[in-house]
């Protein structure tokens, strides 16, 4: 990737942040911590990785994202509508009642959302299945799946990592959203996941660490998941929970947080480097 | 010949069948396919044929993600498993998510014999009947449990099959067809209606109309295969002539076909009704007859809740 290209992504990523605390900040109150903290790695996916096509989001052949952690939905939605998936307005209806735009990621009710998520522990196993499916009928498909980190304390998660290497999902490629907090505190105090990379490599996945808010490093690292033959891949991203969000960056309290109009304006002033 | 084959290998041949017409389906399974019955569709179609190991909630999970990916997947486990531990994953990532995921939970209520009752699944139905839009089949037929695996397999949602593993009823002729969500008249009658779900209380309730009969009682008996959706006409219909409702299920009666029984009675026309099931009991080990003796699962048993039914009326 050149310098232009990381330095377009990067913009990009500025937008999405800007864009998601505008959105969740509409209604006062979201998910703001675990957006912020994913902002570069669905950048780099939807904008540079994968093959979708907005204009037609069930064509069969083409990448699949499963968003386990499905209260990052907002961050996502945010790069659908900007990605011509549905209409910009709709964002302002997040969590209005008779919305299409919920807290967690619906397949049913979301054009571009490619698997319902919210009960923490299921994405991964459905990102299986979508990758056994592919390769059932040939198809030149990636899956690739999110999930937390606090998320990763669900037994389920290792269940689908035991089934992805057993049935060798090359064509799998997962992250982990190691932002290093939970609803209840710090995953080291509430459940250490230490030492994740051993966990990935210890169930036969080719295991990646990397800065998750250095989108140069996580286009190599997917790059290099890609050329791996016979194992899924997981790609542990190093983030800060509500990263980039001036009050919400590294407070423990960030998971679901409510704020108000005046901190999200200056929140958004920051990001656009405005006094 | 006589059709003798046990419910599972009609399941797996009509899999296969079904396999042979159509690459969509698969089967996604949990270290139990030696007892489900399907070794014979994974030796013929080992590519479509995933066996996760000893992980139920993931088995239900990579299913509803091969849905995603436009398969058609059967699922399938103890039902003990696949409604008790893998409700969530059933819920959520098939139900709710819209995609057609068709669980199928073997050794329904005592027919877990000698695994007891911790494998004893009495309360699936009810858990199952409070989802959304979910079918719920229980057939106990050998006809009639292939006519409905094809009607599952292209039904335009998920379903819950409940599966008796070994043997089966030839209850059916060459013309009686079936239908997801009709009840079957197994026999006519005008003093009250048997409505039975399932192999243990069908082929009880086929000897308890006989003995009946010669005690001077004339029961109607409906196969109820389908529990979820209701067929709402047929029950109705059937309380209305015969002015008495038996209903009869392994399993708990309430939440499962007597509660979905009881419940439109009492919303639209009630008659005397009675419910014979599991009486918010758990379960035990012992042979099948022990068990149908423990819960009242014979045809004695109906009989005596026929006859108290009839002097209700």
């Keep these: 990737m050149d310098q232009n290209e ?126 056994l499916g592919g390769r059932i009928n040939n198809l030149d498909r990636h899956v690739f799946a999110v999930i937390g980190d606090g998320e990763s304390q669900e037994g389920q998660n290792w269940e689908a990592a035991m089934t992805a290497a057993h049935y060798n999902l090359d064509n799998l490629i997962a992250f982990t959203d190691y932002n290093k907090m939970q609803i209840d505190g710090y995953t080291k105090d509430i459940m250490s996941l230490d030492s994740i990379e051993s966990k990935w490599t210890g169930f036969n996945w080719h295991t990646l660490r990397v800065d998750g808010h250095d989108m140069a490093a996580i286009d190599d690292a997917v790059e290099r998941a890609k050329a791996v033959k016979g194992r899924p891949s997981m790609i542990i991203l190093d983030t800060i929970k509500g990263k980039g969000c001036s009050f919400a960056e590294g407070v423990l309290s960030n998971h679901n947080m409510v704020y108000s109009r005046e901190q999200a304006d200056e929140a958004i002033r920051l990001l656009k480097g405005e006094a | 010949m006589a059709d003798t084959r046990d419910l599972r ?10 396999a042979e017409e159509d690459k969509k389906i698969c089967i996604v399974e949990a270290d139990l396919m030696n007892a489900t019955g399907t070794p014979g569709f994974k030796s013929r179609f080992p590519e479509r044929a995933f066996d996760v190991g000893v992980a139920e909630a993931n088995m239900v999970g990579v299913a509803s993600g091969l849905a995603a990916a436009g398969m058609i997947p059967f699922a399938a486990s103890f039902g003990c498993f696949a409604a008790r531990r893998a409700y969530d ?34 309360e699936d139905i009810a858990m199952m009947r409070a989802v959304p839009g979910l079918t719920i089949l229980e057939p106990c037929d050998r006809r009639s449990l292939e006519e409905l695996i094809r009607q599952a397999a292209y039904l335009e949602g998920s379903v819950y099959i409940r599966l008796h593993r070994k043997g089966g009823l030839s209850l059916y002729d060459e013309n009686t067809s079936f239908e997801i969500g009709k009840g079957v008249v197994v026999r006519e009658g005008t003093d009250l209606t048997i409505i039975a779900a399932g192999l243990v209380l069908m082929e009880e309730a086929v000897k308890a109309v006989e003995i009946l009969e010669q005690k ?88 005596k809740e026929a006859e108290n039914l009839v002097k209700r009326k």
């Design chain 2, 216 to 303: 001077g009682i004339s029961a109607a008996l409906i196969d109820m295969h389908t529990i979820k959706p209701l067929d709402n006409d047929l029950v109705l219909e059937y309380a209305g002539k015969t002015g008495a409702v038996l209903t009869c299920e392994n399993g708990q009666a309430a939440g499962g076909l007597g509660g979905a029984v009881a419940e439109l009675l009492c919303d639209t026309k009630p008659v005397p009704l009675s419910r014979l099931g599991v009486k918010d009991e758990f379960g035990q080990v012992g042979t099948l007859d022990y068990l149908k003796e423990a819960y009242g699962f014979t045809a004695e048993n109906i009989v």
């Design chain 1, 6 to 131: 990381i330095k377009r992504l990067e913009e990009k990523a500025r937008e999405i942040r800007i864009k998601t605390i505008d959105v969740i900040g509409n209604l006062g109150v979201g998910h703001i911590g675990g957006c912020m903290s994913v902002i570069e790695v669905l950048t780099l996916l939807h904008y540079k990785t994968m093959d979708t096509d907005p204009k037609n989001p069930n064509k069969e052949v083409r990448d699949k994202l499963v968003l386990s952690k499905g209260h990052a939905g907002p961050a996502l939605y945010c790069i659908l509508a900007d990605r011509g998936f549905f209409p910009e307005d709709w964002l302002y209806t997040l969590n209005v009642g008779g919305t299409r735009l919920p807290s967690h990621c619906d397949m049913k009710r979301t054009p571009g959302i490619d698997m319902t998520t919210g009960s923490l522990g299921q994405g991964l196993s459905a990102a299986v299945g979508l990758a």
């Design chain 2, 9 to 18: 290998e009609v399941y797996k041949d009509t899999l296969c069948t079904l």
């Design chain 2, 89 to 122: 994953q059933f819920f959520l990532s098939g139900n709710y998510s819209g995609l057609k995921v068709k669980l199928v939970g073997t050794d329904p209520g005592v027919s877990a014999i000698y695994n007891g009752g911790t494998h004893m699944p009495f």
